[in-house]
């Protein structure tokens, strides 16, 4: 079993950044890749970036220039994800998802960008 804890997110202006963190806990050794999703009002969960252990990086094409997905080095138990630029359209909740087997999942935090 992988546990994942997210932090950060919140509200935000059209144009700013917010970051977002997750914790992963238990059998973190079996990980191969985490990465983040967001699911907005009456859409589907998508991917926002991903990051395998071997630290390869894929991001969905509208985040693309403006997030950034990193990990810490030394636990390699947690993901960041820095959004810059933030659009309304951005607005959504974002989970944290881990590879392992299977996938696992965060309870999500919510983002939301004002314009």
């Known amino acids: 079993q992988v546990q994942l804890v997210e932090s950060g997110g919140g509200l935000v202006q059209a144009g700013g950044s917010l970051g977002l963190s997750c914790a992963a806990s238990?059998?973190?050794?079996?990980?191969?890749?985490m990465g983040w999703y967001c699911q907005a009002p009456g859409k589907q969960r998508e991917l926002v970036a991903l990051?395998?252990?071997?630290?390869?990086?894929?991001y969905a094409d509208s985040v693309k220039g403006r997030f950034t997905i990193s990990r810490d080095n030394n636990a390699k138990n947690t993901v960041y994800l820095q959004m810059n630029s933030l659009k309304p359209e951005d607005t959504a909740v974002y989970y944290c998802?881990?590879?392992?087997?299977?996938?696992?999942w965060g309870q999500g935090t919510q983002v939301t960008v004002s314009s």
């Open positions: 990051i395998t252990s071997g630290g390869s990086t894929n």
């Open positions: 998802m881990a590879v392992a087997g299977r996938q696992y």
């Open positions: 238990g059998r973190i050794f079996s990980i191969n890749a």
